[in-house]
């Protein structure tokens, strides 16, 4: 894949210091990639961030969306960074494949609700996965909201984790969310997400485990029957750049980045809180059966999956959790 030539001049001429306030028209078109589909919170988060780019750099500054993974998946993602092929992308799941300790923030029942989420990754804790990403050669533009995560499936209403017992659950790539889903009881196995709409379709799949958003963007609830509203997993997502690639930006475009990361924050936290309100009649219009399920009984079957997904962590990381547990 080749990068746009004008970039790649432009680039070499500024390494080392930034250009005057004004650029000049169209200098610069940067790449950004997500799995994720039209519709969803990771390009709605990702149109944020372009928006607030364009208008700080009056213009001169594109951000060119690839969406529903046509770029590949976020671990190829990921590596498109890594050989600049690509310059930004939203990340998920994926994240733990360069730093393992942040598998905490996928800890079932770690976040409590939207402000706790708020009081962690705007504080300190922020700040230090922030800089943990940095020190592997990672900028963190901002963080985004993937949204909490339920259990969409085709044979029976989840009401405590025995009722989980033998559906073929979908998880992402994650070794963590798949011991999950089993230690409840599911036959859970990892599948590439454009794919999963096909095999919930056909019955490879009994269900899968996602954000409304997700229900919503790629139409789960035409191929489901039950939507079981557990929320056991917030899914953080990450505004990535190559640290170098960053770097040898012009420091107005740079803040701009950094600004319209917060923007795409704020943007997917109130896209999640109004489709979190809005998807349940969605999909009970549609005719799938909504329930609540026992939280407690979720969390308490969780509570030892915390020791066993930690015990390969850092000390560091094993803290973290402490810390974001006590956020009141």
């Given amino acids: ?7 790649k001049v432009l680039v070499t001429a500024i390494i080392g210091f930034s250009l005057p306030v004004a650029l000049s028209a169209a200098d610069i078109e940067l790449r950004a990639a997500t799995v994720g589909t039209p519709g969803g919170i990771q390009v709605a ?13 009056d213009g001169s ?5 690839f969406s529903s993974g046509a770029m590949g998946g976020q671990v190829a993602n990921i590596e498109s960074l890594d050989s600049h092929t690509l310059d930004i992308v939203a990340i998920e799941t994926a994240i733990t494949t360069i730093n393992s300790d942040l598998g905490i923030l ?54 405590v984790p025995n009722d989980l017992a033998g559906l073929r659950i979908r998880t992402p790539a994650s070794r963590q969310r798949v011991k999950m889903l089993n230690a409840w009881g599911a036959n859970a ?39 079981s509203l557990t929320g056991h997993v917030y899914t953080t997502g990450f505004l990535l750049m190559n640290e170098t690639r960053f770097q040898a930006l012009p420091e107005q ?36 059966k909504v329930n609540q399920v026992d939280t407690d009984a979720f969390v308490e079957a969780s509570q030892p999956l915390w020791s066993v997904f930690t015990e390969k962590m850092s000390s560091k990381a094993r803290d973290l959790v402490k810390r974001i547990a006590e956020i009141p």
Avoid: W
């Fill in 189 to 227: 196995s990892p599948l590439p997400y454009p794919e999963l709409y096909s095999a919930l379709q056909t019955g490879v799949f009994d269900g899968q485990e996602n954000p409304l958003v997700e229900v919503r963007a790629s139409r789960f609830y035409e191929v489901q029957e039950y939507l």
């Fill in 61 to 65: 500054v594109n951000i060119k969306l």
């Fill in 106 to 159: 996928s800890l079932p029942y770690l976040f409590r609700d939207r402000n706790h989420v708020n009081g962690a990754l705007k504080g300190k804790v922020g700040e230090e996965i922030r800089q943990l990403l940095l020190d592997d050669g990672y900028r963190v533009l901002g963080f985004y909201e993937g949204g909490f995560r339920h259990i969409t499936n085709n044979r029976k209403p989840i009401v």
């Fill in 253 to 288: 475009l740079k803040q701009a980045l950094l600004e319209g990361g917060n923007k795409a924050f704020e943007s997917t936290v109130a896209f999640g809180t109004e489709a979190d309100e809005q998807i349940v009649s969605l999909v009970e219009e549609s005719g799938v």
């Fill in 1 to 7: 894949m080749k990068r746009h030539t004008s970039l």
């Fill in 45 to 57: 988060g990702l149109n944020a961030l372009s928006a607030h780019v364009t208008e700080a750099t």
